[in-house]
């Protein structure tokens, strides 16, 4: 029903920037809960952040002052500005979109992110 379509992923420094993208189709995109996650290779995925249908925020620790997770309900699109990067956040994003009243739980392809100098 809901498709996700990231973007923005790539190869940055450390201390750089990126901004990622997740574009929403086939749904009502405004109805969906929406959390960033990233996975690396040999840990757990866990989350990110998150931003609610009223636009209220969760950051994780490791990223709290760094990342901001934003909203553009007019053009079905959710924001991921990542900044002063670290190896550590090197992984690849994932979005996801939940809808609770419906149980609905879709995921995007994903786009990885490495920080390398």
């Known amino acids: 029903q809901v498709q996700l379509v990231e973007s923005g992923g790539g190869l940055v420094q450390p201390g750089g920037s990126l901004r990622l993208s997740c574009a929403a189709s086939g749904g009502i995109f405004r109805l969906y809960g929406i959390g960033w996650y990233r996975q690396a290779p040999g840990k757990q995925r866990e989350l990110v952040a998150i931003?609610?249908?009223?636009?209220?925020?969760n950051y994780a620790d490791s990223v709290k002052g760094r990342f901001t997770i934003s909203r553009d309900n007019a053009r079905n699109t959710v924001y991921l500005q990542m900044n002063s990067l670290k190896p550590e956040d090197t992984a690849v994003y994932y979005c996801?979109?939940?809808?609770?009243?419906?149980?609905?739980?879709?995921w995007g392809q994903g786009t990885q992110v490495t920080v390398s100098s």
């Open positions: 931003i609610s249908q009223s636009r209220s925020t």
């Open positions: 996801n979109a939940q809808r609770a009243s419906t149980r609905e739980d879709y």
